[in-house]
Each structure stands twice: as structure tokens, then as C-alpha cells.
T-cell receptor, first 111, second 112 residues
Framework: EDQVTQSPEALRLQEGESSSLNCSYT??????LFWYRQDPGKGPEFLFT???AGEEKEKERLKATLTKKESFLHITAPKPEDSATYLC????????????FGAGTRLFVKA | NAGVTQTPKFQVLKTGQSMTLQCAQD?????MYWYRQDPGMGLRLIYY???????DKGEVPNGYNVSRLNKREFSLRLESAAPSQTSVYFC???????????FGDGTRLSIL
């Protein structure tokens, strides 16, 4: 069964304290892996797309990496405005369109 | 630039009532989607429309119907609302299926 698991469920950091969020996936082939950011009361906002193992993407303090079984979202020297829920989504290589979202990691960054 | 607009933002229904959630996008995207988001669970796809004139079931289609009215608009209908359909509903669009999706800010629906 196709599955996406994000860990930890919640992460509390001090401002400047770097860390990583994990997205593990079990799918029958990968068409693409997506990272989104979601603020309270808002819809998810697209951050990155990764397609193949070894690929990396960067944007400001965020860097996403991909292996054959998981993806990491590295946050370097986070600021309070990075506080949000980060969602991982996978498009498996099935006959039709399918998208599987993880439950997300809630990140809190304290000043 | 509005992006994806959903109406209404909040709604309370009684069991058995019907309702249509509206979604419109102004990015000239071909594909549109409806999701529901429940606490502790990931977003789950209800229906999607890969292109104007087509609709397909997602992971949790039971109890819902959709209409792709034109390229811009994609509506979700609950014919006979049930308490299990209490959720936050998100509409999204993308240039093509499997491209990054742009989301609206959701409709918070409570069914008593």
C-alpha cells in the first residue's frame, strides 16, 4: 500500500537552531515528491518539487533532498517566521493520477 | 492576482442538507482538485479534473459530486450532508496533472 509518513509530528526550535524534517514514503515508483508550507487558517503553499534520488533544491533557509525512500527538509538558522506546518506529498507511478499527503510536521521557532 | 478563490469560507449545515462549494482559479490552469483535511491526517483527494470536460474520483469520493463548469471553475456538491463530512475543504489547481498545486484558503464546513 502506498504510504507517506512524516516525522516528527511537532518540532520546537530556538531561533538559529538548525534541524531537519523527515518524509518517508513507500510507493510503487515515484513520479514526484512535493514539499508545501501551510500557515494556520490558510491553504498549503508550494515550496519544492523533487523527481529523482540525489536531487536537491534550496530556497532561503530551506533545503530539500531526496533519496530512494525518504526526503529531508533541512532548515538552517530558522527564524520565528518559519513557524508553520510542513507537508510532504508524493505522486506514485500508478496507472492514473494519485497523490498522497503526509500528515505534516508542525514547526515552532521561538525567538 | 487572486489565484484560487473558494466560497464560502465557513458554513454550518444540518444532517441531510445539501450544499455546493465553489472554486475558481485565474491562472489559466488545466487541472483542478478537491481535497479534505482532517486533524491528524494528510490531505485526501476527493475528486480531480485533469482538464476541462473531465472529472475522476480520488481517494474518498463517496458522498460527493463535482462539476467542472469551465476551465476556471470546479464545484463540489454534498447532496445529503453527514456529520462525517465535517472537515476543511481545499480546492487546488495546477498547470497540468502532477505539477505543483496552488491551493485556496479552504472552506470550513461543520455538519450537525
Amino acid at each position: 500500500e502506498d504510504q507517506v509518513t512524516q516525522s516528527p509530528e511537532a518540532l520546537r526550535l530556538q531561533e538559529g537552531e538548525s534541524s531537519s524534517l523527515n518524509c518517508s514514503y513507500t510507493v510503487s515508483g515515484l513520479r514526484g515528491l512535493f514539499w508545501y508550507r501551510q500557515d494556520p487558517g490558510k491553504g498549503p503553499e508550494f515550496l519544492f518539487t523533487l523527481y529523482s534520488a540525489g536531487e536537491e533544491k534550496e530556497k532561503e533557509r530551506l533545503k530539500a533532498t531526496l533519496t530512494k525512500k525518504e526526503s529531508f527538509l533541512h532548515i538552517t538558522a530558522p527564524k520565528p517566521e518559519d513557524s508553520a506546518t510542513y507537508l510532504c506529498a508524493v505522486h506514485p507511478n500508478t496507472g492514473g493520477f494519485k497523490t498522497i499527503f503526509g500528515a505534516g510536521t508542525r514547526l515552532f521557532v521561538k525567538a | 492576482n487572486a489565484g484560487v478563490t473558494q466560497t464560502p469560507k465557513f458554513q454550518v449545515l444540518k444532517t441531510g442538507q445539501s450544499m455546493t462549494l465553489q472554486c475558481a482559479q485565474d491562472m489559466n490552469h488545466n487541472s483542478m482538485y478537491w481535497y479534505r483535511q482532517d486533524p491528524g491526517m494528510g490531505l485526501r483527494l476527493i475528486y480531480y479534473s485533469a482538464s476541462e470536460g473531465t472529472t475522476d474520483k480520488g481517494e474518498v469520493p463517496n458522498g460527493y459530486n463535482v462539476s467542472r463548469l469551465n476551465k476556471r471553475e470546479f464545484s463540489l456538491r454534498l447532496e445529503s450532508a453527514a456529520p462525517s463530512q465535517t472537515s476543511v475543504y481545499f480546492c487546488a489547481s495546477s498547470l497540468m496533472v502532477e505539477q505543483p498545486q496552488h491551493f485556496g484558503d479552504g472552506t470550513r464546513l461543520s455538519i450537525l
